[in-house]
């Protein structure tokens, strides 16, 4: 398909996925109160936060984290608000600016008691580390911005990895679950070659899906569709074909390296069993809940569900962008 015309068709990764998907029971209460507590900051201005409510976080977290008791729930609710926040003001940052907001962000994360006080040990310090590691790419994101510039596949794999959240997000399958996993287990290459899998099949996804909201605003610089594009030469069409046939790889990838796992005795293979289990919950999760908001397909969501035709939305003006607070 040329690049010249507005619609391109998006891979039908929720078919050839084989997981089985749910919903948290703690989902309309536990949601609620994370809305209103994100909401009581006034962070944004009233495009945004429509834009923000819209999105139904808290569905993607009741879809990811389905087997979470209500305050598990409740606290992953909160954290991914608080990722979605800054996600998007970031996306609007200087370098500088955003190391700024990121440290802010990591200090208040630092007292999260009802995170903590759950975690064990070795996943408290995976959590910490994910965090600081995932603060340094999205400044290193937002340098790029400034720049420009697009990176090679491999280069851009390795950062999306991180400025994604996803590593971060899946720490929190060992809070909810309430275990804390060797570090040998994340040392194990195996255990990695599923682990990774489903980190990709994520950022793959979210990145087809997220593309036409990201182009229209100007910033699909960091995105595997417009990276693939620059670097293999292709077409929108073209590239995300490239990227359903990749994904079905990915999700192949996942399920035979879990008949290679190692065993690390019976107590933790149990724990590596949940954990995966809860790897595969955000592989399904994430695919679901991007049909079920208007975050990525606005109003035609549901449509797009079915047709998978995408149309591209022209490009916003800059003056239609509401960058600076409206006060509150």
Known sequence: MSLTQNKFRLPDLLSSCPIDGGVNPHYE???AESRAWINSYNVFTDRKRAFFVLGCNELLVSHVYNYAGYEEFRTCCDFVNVLFVFDE???????????????IFLNAMRFR?????QYGTRATARFLKNWETYCACVVTEAEL????????????VALRRENSAVRLCFSLIEYCFGIDLPDEVFEDPTFMEVYWSACDLVC????????DMEQSKGISGNNIVTVLMMNKHLSLQEAADYIGGYCQELMDRFISAQARLPSWG???DAEVTRYIQGLGCWIKGNLDWSFETQRYFGVKHLEVKETLLVTLRPVERAE???TDSDGE
């Not at 003001?89 to 440290?103: I, V």
């Open 29 to 31: 209460t536990g949601a």
């Open 89 to 103: 003001l970031s996306d609007e940052q200087t370098g500088k600016d955003a190391l700024s907001t990121g440290n």
């Open 113 to 117: 008691t009802r995170l903590l006080r």
């Open 145 to 156: 911005r400034e720049e420009g510039k697009v990176l090679d596949v491999d280069d851009f």
């Open 204 to 211: 793959w996804a979210n990145d087809i899906y997220s593309y």
């Open 266 to 268: 019976a107590s933790v």
């Open 320 to 322: 239609d962008l509401d």
